[in-house]
């Protein structure tokens, strides 16, 4: 059983649908587009069985009933993708960007995974104990942003860069128990988020700063959260992903 953070839309959108396709029961999370969510319900395979709640991954009465609406209406949770996320609503300079836009970021896309995760971690110690038998992992969907800076949108960057921190902890704290703690790290990726910065990507991509030179899909980033949760990854903990068509890669 799968629990997903931030699946009504772009990539929360594809993991949420890759995971039923492979036979996961999915439970996910959107914080206020509900058609949007029941788009996804409804793109479901035939038979697969997936549900969306309301919740708001920044809010601790959200995360708190979130769990435990996902453990009242499927009794577990054995994979935990922490994929909600968000940019400032404003990009601004370094230099003029708010307080309120940083706390904003920073309690969606890293105060929010990384209680979620201190919860969801503690219910699967529980199962764990009763069914050692099965397989338990954490995803976080991190960014290249965890090492790219971007002036105009720091708040974002430091909170990835905080995620990528945040897996290492986990992993290190959970992987003596059995839990499994990953990072997929996106590059540039064809979602709504980036459409409004489509003209400035274009140049970095042709220019083969991206060696594929192309865009990712959401659907790449669903592919790598699969192999892990379908245990691809069973003597590993910690790792980071890279989903970004090798831009990580340092080239002379």
Known sequence: MAMVTGGGRGIGRSIVLALAARGFDVAFCFARNEAAAREVCEAAPAGARVRAFQADVALREDRARFLDEVLQGFGRVDLLVNNAGMGPVQRRDLLEATEESFDRVLATNLKGPYFLTQAVARVMLQQRAEHPDRAYRIVNIGSMSAYTASVNRGEYCISKAGMGMMTRLY?????????????????????????????????????????????????????????IAQGGLPFSTGEVINVDGGFHLHEL
């Open 171 to 227: 992993a290190v704290r959970l992987a003596a128990e059995g839990i499994g703690v990953y990072e997929v790290r996106p590059g540039i990726i064809a979602t709504d988020m980036t459409q409004g910065v489509r003209d400035r990507y274009e140049p970095i991509i042709a220019s083969g700063r991206v060696p594929m030179r192309r865009w990712g899909t959401p659907d790449d980033v669903a592919r790598a959260v699969v192999a």
